[in-house]
């Protein structure tokens, strides 16, 4: 999300007695970001919204554990990563990728060949090592916790399975992963070194809890009048999903659904 996007409207529809619903199943929209150096000398971050759930990639903590379907939404991949992080000093994993992977198929903000890696590794966006347990070591990872899940995730990974997490095992997983890749379009085993990994952390897209409106568009008070001349549409609409990710656009396709619906009633078509 922008910086300069603070909830400003949000904040002056509220000053006339708007009603903001909040009360959802998670109010704002997630997603895995990585953080960038743009050279300059700002903090810039980039969204993972694919990638992660192609063959020869997974997800885990510093522990070396895996903790959810690295395929899935990325609003549900950041629900797994916060719950898996209660209690801890940050939200963080680190996606890991084998050398074929991320040259395939690339890695977050790292492009695939015959995009240059080298400058990633440099800049530490990328880490590298010969060794998932050299790779473990520089990131920071529990590194006989990781040979371990690597080990077990490969061998299901051969068989097109992944009993831990299921992943694979679903539509929205199986359009996520690589049509040519078999038995399972998101499943391969991490084994042509070197190996590669990337911080993640989680990171909002935008907002569930908004404005509460009619079947018009009109932004409510608490008392459910509606108040003449204000409607609301986008990311300053409450959520018609209660907070749930639904797929892609699920923020665009209502904007454009409710901005119509305004405009014909604004308008005296409706």
Not at 81 to 107: F, P, T
Not at 131 to 156: C, H, M, Q, S, W
Not at 227 to 232: E, N, S
Request: hydrophobic share 35%; aromatic share 8%; glycine share 14%.
């Amino acid at each position: 999300m922008p910086y300069g996007n603070t909830g400003d409207g949000l904040r002056m529809a509220e000053a006339i007695g708007a009603r903001i619903e909040d009360r959802m199943r998670s109010p704002i929209a997630l997603a895995p970001v990585c953080r960038v150096d743009t050279k300059e000398g700002e903090l810039s971050c980039f969204p993972l919204f694919s990638t992660r759930g192609n063959p020869g990639k997974i997800a885990v903590l510093r522990d070396g554990h895996r903790f959810v379907d690295e395929a899935s939404s990325y609003h549900d991949f950041c629900v797994g990563l916060i719950k898996a992080c209660a209690g801890r000093q940050e939200a963080v994993a680190y996606v890991i990728s084998d050398h074929h992977s991320i040259r395939r198929y690339g890695l977050g903000f790292a492009h695939p060949y015959p995009m240059p890696l080298g400058q990633h590794v440099r800049s530490g966006y990328v880490i590298r090592g010969e060794t998932i347990r050299e790779l473990a070591e520089k990131a920071g990872i529990d590194p006989d916790a990781l040979e371990r899940t690597v080990a077990t995730f490969n061998i299901y990974a051969g068989q097109g399975l992944d009993p831990d997490f299921g992943r694979g095992s679903n539509a929205y997983d199986l359009w996520a992963g690589d049509p040519t890749h078999r038995p399972n379009p998101c499943l391969g085993a991490l084994e042509r070194g070197p190996f590669y990994a990337i911080r993640v952390f989680a990171g909002s897209v935008g907002t569930f809890a908004g404005l509460m409106t009619n079947r018009h568009a009109q932004v409510l008070r608490e008392d459910g009048s509606a108040i003449r001349g204000l409607y609301a549409a986008g990311n300053d609409l409450a959520s018609i999903t209660g907070g749930d990710y639904i797929g892609g656009g699920c923020t665009i396709g209502p904007a454009m659904t409710f901005g119509y619906i305004a405009a014909r009633h604004m308008s005296g078509l409706a």
